[in-house]
């Protein structure tokens, strides 16, 4: 009911092996920030991109290499499907990732997949891992052990810390999310928060039908199964486990606990 196999298909995504099929669905985030720290980032070109200090001009990240954008022409399409396209005269740079004039990230430990875009405003603190065609944009804040897979948005003035998305999962606006999953193709309406931390303190227990279940975490967001989605100004108490296909309704407040797949919380 609560393994990780009953909540996401990881079949195409490419940080699987951070997953147990058989595990809690929620033991992923106990091992974030040990798999992230044994990471290989790319080393970040210091005289495009100096740490803290917001960039002067676009830079270009193609084959691990940076460069410059003044000889490239970007074309800011879609980059989740991706539209987004560099050139160099007529030449195409295949799965180039463009980082926007006026984007902020710190530390050195820092990944951009191949056809992925950076927004100016955005502030990314290390570590990140985001995977191809996914689109940081403006004003959206990691604060740190954020992993994303494939096509995935992290949206305007949304802040995210410690949390996961699967391939094509989305929080477009104005979110919180912390200490959370996001399974594949789920999406957040705007306004979407995540609590996670009790206000009386102590480890937080998911509600099942059976009892409690101890987490073994005192920090715990939500978890939403694949193709789960929140409506506009939701939000959802600390733990609580959507399942597949979950639907929590605009302007409601999700109780903390287990909802089975293709429940509706209104």
């Not at 798999?35 to 830079?59: C, E, F, K």
């Not at 180039?96 to 100016?120: C, F, K, P, Q, S």
């Not at 959206?140 to 494939?150: Q, S």
């Not at 480890?203 to 039908?209: D, F, H, S």
């Amino acid at each position: 009911m609560l393994t990780t196999n009953s909540f996401f298909d990881l079949s195409d995504f490419p940080h699987a092996r951070l997953f147990d099929g058989n595990n809690l669905v929620w033991e992923a985030l106990d091992s974030l920030k040990n798999y992230m720290d044994a990471h290989d980032y790319p080393a970040l070109n210091r005289d495009l991109i100096q740490d803290g200090t917001p960039l002067s001009q676009p830079v270009i990240l193609h084959k691990g290499k940076f460069f410059s954008a003044s000889d490239y022409t970007i074309n800011y399409g879609d980059a989740t499907k991706g539209k987004l396209t560099v050139k160099q005269g007529d030449t195409v740079l295949q799965g180039a990732a463009v980082i926007m004039a006026g984007a902020i990230l710190t530390g050195n430990r820092i990944d951009i997949g191949a056809g992925g875009l950076v927004e100016g405003g955005a502030l990314i603190k290390s570590p990140a891992i985001l995977e191809e065609c996914s689109e940081v944009r403006q004003g959206a804040y990691l604060r740190g052990y954020c992993l994303t897979g494939k096509r995935c948005v992290l949206g305007h003035t949304t802040e995210i810390k410690h949390s996961i998305f699967l391939n094509d999962a989305k929080a477009g606006h104005f979110a919180y999310i912390g200490d959370s999953i996001l399974g594949q193709d789920a999406n957040l309406g705007a306004g979407t928060k995540f609590a996670n931390l009790k206000f009386l303190g102590g480890n937080i227990a998911i509600r099942t039908k059976d009892g409690l279940v101890d987490t073994g975490r005192r920090k715990l967001g939500a978890i939403l199964g694949d193709y789960a989605q929140t409506g506009c100004n939701s939000v959802t108490n600390p733990g609580t486990i959507i399942g597949k296909q979950g639907i929590l309704m605009p302007n409601t407040t999700a109780p903390s606990g287990y909802h089975k797949a293709s429940t509706i919380i209104r």
